[in-house]
């Protein structure tokens, strides 16, 4: 089925989707609606401790598992969206009375402790494995000789995560990747006039299969009747007070625009509550009422996800990115400079939170979208320095990846507000390579990606391996 085809049925199940009557009912809800933002169910993760304590040739002692417990318990309090269960030391565990209770977990994370000979550990620890749960393995130096057998299991295709390591907080990173995909299964996102990106992300019963995420489409006129229906004077106090009162400074739009804008936004929030998703992106989103710029801005800023011209590709990489890292991304509009070995990436639309919402504030310069050079946009100051990853997810089966370190911002009109150079590894190299092969599609497809802070690289990898997708290195 083509990327057409699935765009003309989204557009009927919308328009059939929802008359004047209920939308206006849902709307005067989801204003009353306290839960914003939206928060996740816990992730259930099984813990189980493989190997002995205590006593000759016992590397670990009894107290180990009290010190798992506790560190476990700081990433339950830190993360606020996990949960632990379980807990059986094996031995003196039985593995039969333990595979059935991993039914209802979302993972499981196994503590070597020791295991002179190794063997009936990994042995142990490889039937866990082939129930399918996505599985970590936590093996600190001196647990005994099992570790020879682990690498085997991830080149048998097992979706485990290998933690050969004394750096207990890798364990954290895993965790957080753990929630990615059971966090995927409850999300859904709203789509004004339709997905665009590549063929399988587009279509909305591959995406759901797939993935578990649910595709709600929404028509423009949906959108402009929620805009309506914003009292202006809940519009100006938006405005001032996230937007009017922060700027570093105002270019181009007027004090009114900006309202409209702010107004737009509070739209998008009630419809997105009223519908229960948690990401919106839409391919009209430089139309009217007013331009997504400010509004998916302070979307990402509150840790939702808010993806323009209503790329779908991008709006499930930055899910993905936003539940393992709880991160925003900027999604880029490059370019590419072999003299300076440099990618650079600019866009109108930029979350004012690139470390997280918790996060201060970059400073950011209220200007107009710059290609039609009307409606309300930022140019946010990115700092220099930081490490970037940029990738994408597509197709629904691999992720694009590569890295860089901001060390310019420009200005330049010919580009759009948000502008910031990155120094790769090698420019030409990805000049050549880009979409390493496998992107098809149209501009929207092949041009766009996004940008997250920290260098991402590895615990991707290792998320591929825990959902079962590609990933492939641009740069």
Known sequence: MSAAMNRR????????????????????QAA??????????????????????????????????????????????????VKFIGGELMPPAEIGKVLPKLKDADGVIMFHLS???????????????????????????FSGHGWMYFPQWQK???????????????????????????????????????PLGTEPACDPKLVKARLGVEMIPITVEETMQAHKAIDIKAAEAEAQKYWLSKAKKIVEPTKDEIINSARFYLATKNL???????AVTSSNCMGGPAKCCLTYSKLNDLGLVGACEGDI??????????????????????VI?????????????????????????????????????????????????????????INLD???????????ITHDELGCRTQFWTKVADARKMFNNWGAGILKGGVMALLHRDVFFGDRTQDIKNLGILMGFNVVEEG
């Open 115 to 141: 295991g002179h000979g190794g063997g009936a550990p990994a042995q142990t620890m490889g039937k866990i494995l082939d129930t399918g749960v996505p599985a970590a393995v936590f093996s600190q130096p």
């Open 398 to 408: 691999t992720m694009l990846i590569s890295t860089g370190k901001i060390f310019k």
């Open 32 to 81: 009353e609606n306290p839960d914003w933002p939206p928060k996740m169910p816990p992730v259930k993760i099984y813990k189980v401790f493989i190997g002995r304590t205590g006593g000759i040739y016992l590397s670990r002692p009894t107290a180990e598992i009290k010190k798992f417990d506790d560190y476990l318990a700081g990433i339950e309090k830190k993360l606020g969206d």
């Open 313 to 334: 590709d991008s709006t499930l990489t930055m899910l993905i990115f936003q539940y393992a890292f709880g991160i925003p991304g900027f999604i880029s509009d490059p």
């Open 156 to 194: 048998a295709g097992k979706k485990v995560v290998l933690l050969p390591t004394s750096d207990w907080t890798e364990i954290d990173r895993v965790v957080g990747l753990m929630r990615v995909a059971p966090h995927l299964r409850k999300t859904k996102i709203l789509v004004v006039r339709g």
């Open 272 to 278: 997105m509550i009223a519908k229960g998703t948690q």
């Open 337 to 393: 400079d072999t003299a300076n070995n440099a990618l650079i990436h600019f866009h109108c639309t930029c979350t004012t939170k690139m470390a997280g919402p918790n996060s201060k504030r970059l400073p950011f310069t209220i200007r107009t979208q710059s290609d039609s050079e009307r409606g309300v946009s930022l140019e946010v100051e990115m700092p220099i320095g930081q490490t970037v990853t940029c990738a994408k997810f």
């Open 9 to 28: 049925d989204f557009l009927t199940v919308g328009a059939a989707g929802a008359g004047a009557v209920l939308l206006g009912n849902q709307i005067a």
